[in-house]
């Protein structure tokens, strides 16, 4: 479906600087939007732009959140708390949010949680096991994994 939004010249550069933006990497709208001030935009071009790009599928935050959430699982080692915490600061709606955190496969996460818990805890040189768990699980709680999760995490660990 054709956009009715309508562009003159100078207008025309920046959609098309935006489309490149989002056309190389996944963005979100905030992230366009703080590029758009950047670039000179004001409020109203703002959202002109933004809503051309979401009509046209640049921006599609459903799929950006998919993105998001796969690479620091996989890359940052992050869970689902802190991850959820990220995308609420990038203004993403929390029913985009809560419906891609429920997506994350338990068997990668839980695998995830498991090797950094392991490796994390080899690293540890505390003699004290109690020391010892409370250091892992600040260390845990700070990566955004539940502290359930954790839990059970640690008592597959010999400490």
């Excluded at 090797?115 to 505390?126: G, H, P, R």
């Amino acid at each position: 479906m054709p956009s009715n939004i309508h562009f003159n010249e100078t207008e025309h550069l920046i959609v098309s600087k935006a489309e490149q933006y989002c056309a190389q990497n996944e963005q979100c709208r905030s992230a366009v939007r703080d590029k758009l001030y950047a670039w000179g935009a004001d409020r109203e071009l703002t959202e002109r732009v933004i809503t051309h790009l979401v009509e046209n599928d640049f921006i599609n935050e459903s799929r950006y959140c998919r993105i998001y959430c796969n690479s620091k699982l996989h890359l940052q080692k992050w869970g689902r708390i802190k991850i959820g915490y990220q995308l609420r600061a990038k203004r993403i709606d929390n029913k985009i949010i809560e419906e891609t955190l429920q997506t994350i496969d338990e068997e990668t996460y839980l695998e995830t949680l498991n090797n950094l818990a392991a490796t994390k805890a080899k690293s540890l040189t505390e003699s004290d096991p109690k020391k010892k768990e409370a250091k892992l699980v600040n260390f845990l709680t700070s990566h955004g994994f539940e502290i359930n999760e954790i839990q059970s995490a640690i008592k597959n660990l010999s400490l």
